[in-house]
């Protein structure tokens, strides 16, 4: 069974103060993993996807990283509208369901 | 392009009644998911659909939930005679292969 674990729970920064996020999975065959972000009282928005170790995308502030074993979500000089949680998924070559992390909550504070 | 959507955004329903969720895929999307969040908890994944077939329902519970996704008109998950366990998030997402997944803005039902 997929497994999906994300650290920490809840991160706070200061606005500028650059961090990253955790995402350790286990899975028997990666198809993809998946970084959405997600607002109070609102769906999942999709950021990234990553498909085999060493790659990385970058979007804005964000840049997303992948290994065998775990994705880094790299936050650089967060800003206040970065508030958000966090979700990592991911999803097996056999299936086309995303399994989810339980996510991080981050807090940039001005 | 319009993008996921899903109505009622918010449900209040009493012990026993039944519930019933609405989810439009975005054009062009043939492919439809459903999640639940409870409170503080992570993306649960319930049932995938296509067009008039169930591929996946191992998310679902096995009794009182089903849903459907018709050839013509919007996907619907139906909960028969609501327990305040089922209070919760029901997000609906769609995709056009399968692969990255859309979601709606969600459905926050609320059982009395």
């Known amino acids: 069974e997929d497994q999906v674990t994300q650290s920490p729970e809840a991160l706070r920064l200061q606005e500028g103060e650059s961090s990253s996020l955790n995402c350790s999975y286990t899975?028997?065959?990666?198809?993809?993993l998946f970084w959405y972000r997600q607002d109070p009282g609102k769906g999942p928005e999709f950021l990234f996807t990553?498909?085999?170790a060493g790659e990385e995308k970058e979007k804005e502030r964000l840049k997303a990283t992948l290994t065998k074993k775990e994705s880094f979500l790299h936050i650089t000089a967060p800003k206040p509208e970065d508030s958000a949680t966090y979700l990592c998924?991911?999803?097996?070559?056999?299936?086309?369901?995303?399994?989810f992390g339980e996510g991080t909550q981050l807090t940039v504070n001005p | 392009n319009a993008g996921v959507m899903q109505n009622p955004r918010h449900l209040v329903r009493r012990r026993g009644q039944e519930a019933r969720l609405r989810c439009s895929p975005m054009?062009?999307?043939?492919?439809v998911y459903w999640y639940r969040q409870l409170p503080e908890e992570g993306l649960k994944f319930m049932v995938y659909?296509?067009?008039?077939?169930?591929?996946?329902e191992s998310g679902m519970p096995k009794e009182r939930f089903s849903a459907e996704f018709p050839k013509e008109g919007p996907s619907i998950l139906r909960i028969q005679q609501v327990v305040r366990g089922d209070s919760a998030a029901y997000f609906c997402?769609?995709?056009?292969?399968?692969?990255?997944?859309?979601f709606g803005s969600g459905t926050q039902l609320s059982v009395l």
């Open positions: 997402a769609s995709s056009p292969s399968g692969e990255k997944l859309f």
């Open positions: 899975v028997s065959g990666l198809r993809g």
């Open positions: 990553l498909y085999s």
């Open positions: 998924a991911v999803q097996e070559t056999s299936g086309s369901r995303l399994t």
């Open positions: 054009k062009g999307h043939s492919h």
């Open positions: 659909l296509q067009k008039e077939n169930i591929i996946d």
